[in-house]
């Protein structure tokens, strides 16, 4: 989560300062990406690196996914996440919100159930 907290500092700092002057959004990019680092955040400086390269590259898919993908040279199976990101059409789905209402409690007593008929616990 401290990633992420670093991550939206960082874009909304970079964001304040666009008017003012672009050079200083390098600063800004590179003060989050050295927090990341001091702070030992959950992916540490590489995370804060991806968030940056996912917002910079935003409405360029095909830079986007090679970017990312060689971000994430410290862990390749994540490059498969940017299938489903390449997918999304700007556009929101259908609304799910009472299916998924049911099916997470349901999930849970179901996998209660397996629990307890397997280990009998």
Known sequence: ???LLIGFLTLWIM???????PVLMLLA?????LA???????YNWKGLVLILILYLFYSYPLEKTI?????LLWEPAA???FLPINLYNQ????????FFYLFYPLHLFLLFLVRYAVFGI
């Open 1 to 3: 989560m401290f990633t």
């Open 15 to 21: 964001d304040m300062v666009r008017q003012k002057n």
């Open 29 to 33: 990019a590179g003060g989050g990406i």
């Open 36 to 42: 990341g680092a001091v702070f030992a955040a959950d």
């Open 67 to 71: 970017a990312g993908c060689l971000s």
């Open 79 to 81: 490059c498969l996440a």
């Open 91 to 98: 556009q929101k789905g259908k609304s799910m919100k009472y």
